[in-house]
């Protein structure tokens, strides 16, 4: 079986001025390691205002780092002296999810890490250890690496007072309940592709020819698949029979049962579930299909003592395309971007965007993103020059400000966001549609880049 998508690792280090001092320590490594994403999100930058944004541009360098915890932005210092002067233990926890799976789940972006974090985890804190929620206080970061996204967190109880290990089963029920709320856009889809499914596997009944089905039934009174298996079991088996050699000779329903079971397999996988509690879940699928397929049957055989088929609210599916949803994707290639590109090389890049010099390959050295088209896509150099040509030529005509404003300061942002367009056609390996003219092309870019 194929690994979960979302990884959850915790480790508790208990009270004690050395576990104290190894606890405060993380708090470093966790904000200020290569990989850390440093920036501060709309919602963070609304909690801040100007004087606290300011405050945060001016000493984030090597003190601030990437922490951030309920309220917004965290030195280190001040994590590493809160750590050091608890009285309790501390939870260490690293949630990790795979760069393939990340923006798709939108988690490639610091926002959407931090409002699962912020809205799940004091609560599955409080869960796992019985401290009240609000005394729980966590300090954590967003990290990019060549394999995955993810973020640290460091909790502790605020009184100091919690000092023990955790409780296998409590630990399992939180893995679970985050693991379901980071996957929650790809669930929806998946939700999607299963009642599609069996909305086909009901169709596809419905249409069998009545006299498919030589069952002997009850003479009279109402009819129901549930009824037939616990009061009449005979006929249900029959009725059972029936259906699989109606699924045997009809490549419609077996296709549906078929792509059912995939999907329910799939919203498995992605709520991360394991072992018999799977093996659980996915029965229990199967066996509501399996009823709704005798009642189907049964509407075909007696419609007149059979309920009506019951409605089920279709769901629906988010937007795969449009300008909000290559934002979003934008804006978390270039979180991966700032992460993993060091700050003298963003510079460089921003020297070459002024000068209308291209980004070469070894520019975008080190992103997941880059990295993995490079390596599958023949044809990646070639995407990366068009698109790096393009977006280049209007982030130089986008730094000749009308206003006379000096741009020197947002040259950084301004190569994150030619990055993050650059990395967006390597993404989608240089397919776009050769036929839209080059001024449409730009105008979109410029659009994107002057945000």
Known sequence: MASPPVIVNHSVVRAGASARATAAGLAAYAGTRRGVVIEVSEADGRRLGVDGLAAYAANRTGSTGGLWGADGPVAVAEARRAIAQNGGAVLTTVVTVPNDIAPAAGLDRLDAWQALVRSEWPRLFSEMTGVPESRVEFYAAMHVNGTSHHVHILTVDHAGEWDALLPKRKMEAARLEISSKAM??????????????REAALDA??????????????????????????????????????????????????????????????????????????????????????????????????????PAR??????????????????????????????????????????????????????????????????????????????????????????????????????????????????????????????????????????????
């Open 205 to 306: 009944v419905a249409r069998i020819d009545r006299n498919r089905f030589d069952i002997k039934l009850p003479p009279d009174g109402r009819i129901e698949a549930a009824h037939l298996r616990r009061f009449h079991p005979e006929a249900s088996a029959a009725l059972r029979e029936a259906l699989d050699r109606a699924a045997s000779d009809s490549p419609e329903l077996a296709g549906a049962l078929d792509r059912h079971r995939k999907a329910v397999e799939r919203c498995a996988c992605l709520k991360c579930l394991t072992g018999e509690v799977r093996d659980t879940y996915v029965h229990k699928a199967a066996t509501d299909l399996g009823l709704r397929c005798e009642n189907a049957a049964l509407r075909v055989i007696v419609p007149d003592r059979t």
């Open 184 to 197: 929650a856009p790809l669930l929806r889809e998946a939700y999607i592709e299963r009642d599609l499914a």
């Open 310 to 451: 019951e409605e089920v609210p279709t769901r629906r599916a988010a937007p795969q395309t449009g300008p909000a949803t290559e934002r979003r994707r934008e804006a978390g290639l270039a979180t991966e971007a700032r992460a993993c590109i060091p700050k003298t090389r963003l510079e460089r890049i921003a020297r070459k965007a002024a000068r209308g010099r291209t980004l070469e390959p070894a520019d975008l050295r080190g992103c997941p993103t880059a990295d993995r088209a490079f390596r599958h896509a023949p044809s990646a150099g070639t995407a990366l020059g068009r698109a790096a040509a393009m977006a280049t030529l209007v982030a130089r005509e986008a730094t000749r400000d009308d206003r006379g404003r000096d741009m020197g300061d947002e040259a950084g942002e301004r190569a994150l966001k030619l990055i993050a367009a650059t990395l967006r056609v390597l993404a989608s390996g240089g397919t776009g549609p050769s036929s839209v003219p080059a001024l449409k092309i730009a105008n979109r870019i410029e659009r994107t880049i002057t945000r």
